[in-house]
């Protein structure tokens, strides 16, 4: 089991920046690929980018070359650090844990970008 707890959300002006942290409990937070997902008020749950216990990393195109995503393992603790923030940036952004078959997700923390 793992516990999710996502911080750093907040209403910032387009062309702004914010860090969005999480901070994970219960297992063995080095095993697990880590996400950060985002929702949209209407709109499915999409991935926003992802970084694997390898450091491989993955970003959506809509948020490449504007947001990173980083690890530390000994912190437990995944980031992403979003820079040029747009209007359309605003969502619920979610932490997400997976290693087969498990899942897991934090109850997110909202980002409101205004124009």
């Known amino acids: 089991q793992v516990q999710l707890v996502e911080s750093g959300g907040g209403l910032v002006q387009a062309g702004g920046s914010l860090r969005l942290s999480c901070k994970a409990s219960?297992?063995?937070?080095?095993?697990?690929?880590m996400g950060w997902y985002r929702q949209a008020p209407g709109k499915q749950r999409d991935l926003v980018a992802s970084i694997t216990t390898g450091g491989s990393i993955n970003y959506a195109d809509s948020v490449k070359a504007r947001f990173t995503i980083s690890r530390d393992n000994a912190k437990n603790t995944v980031y992403l650090q979003m820079n040029s923030l747009k209007p359309e940036d605003t969502a619920v952004y979610y932490c997400?844990?997976?290693?087969?078959?498990?899942?897991?997700w934090g109850l997110g923390t909202q980002v409101t970008v205004s124009s």
């Open positions: 997400n844990a997976d290693r087969y078959p498990y899942k897991y």
């Open positions: 219960g297992s063995i937070f080095s095993l697990y690929t």
